[in-house]
């Protein structure tokens, strides 16, 4: 039995641990297996009308990728349970609560191959002043779907200069709207090589339903790194199946989000 893991990881939020240089920022080695270039990674629309416009610009937006293309397609699930659909992304809008991040992705990987992914978006907090603008959806929007990809962020710094990218934590994202000419060319990159098969992947029940919305539901914590804000969970199956959650939070917990 081959080993399937599941991935997560926030926006406002990375995946796989530390800050990724921005010469680099794969989301380590997962990716969409296929059998020629470009492919097409369908978006299961399960999010309401304050969101179509964002999910339709990221489409758009992604699409402009050489070596892979989006669609989006009637959703599969409901918004607030988000479960995945072997072959697409299933993007979802719900209030998930005040637990620290403003959107999850997802990913179900076997081996290095993703299977399945999900975005999830927080309107516990796009329903605030803050968070609750065009600017705020549209980066978090593109960012989550990057990461269905296989991308991971360019610069986890809230501090430096915005990189006009939607990869790219910001305290202020007017200009982090959209990929940027690296986000492609780091596509470009990591579907580089063609697959014998498209990903296929058979997974037990209770790992391909699993929710990941909150700490309680990621496991045994196996790292803790910057007092608490870079975080690792796992979850064991056994026989070689697990699930881990890489997190960086978005805000410290107990605390109002990131000013």
């Not at 758009?60 to 293309?69: C, E, P, Q």
């Not at 605030?128 to 962020?153: I, K, P, S």
């Not at 870079?230 to 890489?246: A, I, P």
């Amino acid at each position: 039995m081959s080993r399937t893991t599941l991935l997560a990881g926030t926006l406002l939020a990375s995946l796989l641990a530390a800050p990724l240089a921005q010469a680099e920022h794969a989301w380590g080695n997962y990716h969409w297996a296929r059998t020629g270039n470009p492919f097409t990674v369908p978006l299961g629309d399960n999010v309401d009308d304050s969101w179509q416009t964002h999910l339709e610009g990221a489409m758009y937006d992604w699409n402009k990728s050489t070596v892979l293309a989006t669609k989006v397609v009637l959703g599969g699930t409901t918004a607030k349970r988000c479960r995945p659909t072997s072959g697409r992304v299933e993007v979802c809008n719900a209030l998930y609560g005040n637990n620290g991040w403003l959107g999850l992705a997802q990913i179900w990987a076997s081996g290095s191959h993703i299977v399945q992914g999900t975005t999830k978006l927080n309107d516990s907090y796009f329903r605030t002043a803050r968070y609750n603008t065009d600017a705020w959806r549209q980066l978090v929007m593109c960012q989550e779907v990057g990461h269905n990809f296989g991308l991971g962020h360019q610069d986890e710094n809230f501090a430096n200069a915005n990189l006009n990218t939607c990869m790219d934590y910001t305290n202020s994202p007017d200009s982090n709207q959209a990929p940027n000419a690296h986000d492609y060319e780091q596509l470009a990159t990591i579907y580089e090589h063609t697959d014998a098969t498209t990903t296929l992947a058979a997974m037990p029940a209770a790992m391909a339903n699993l929710e990941l919305a909150t700490p309680g539901q990621w496991g045994r914590l196996l790292r803790s790194q910057r007092g608490g804000m870079v975080e690792t969970y796992v979850q064991d199956f056994g026989h070689g199946w697990r699930v881990y959650t890489h997190v960086i939070w978005a805000e410290e917990r107990g605390r109002r989000p990131h000013d």
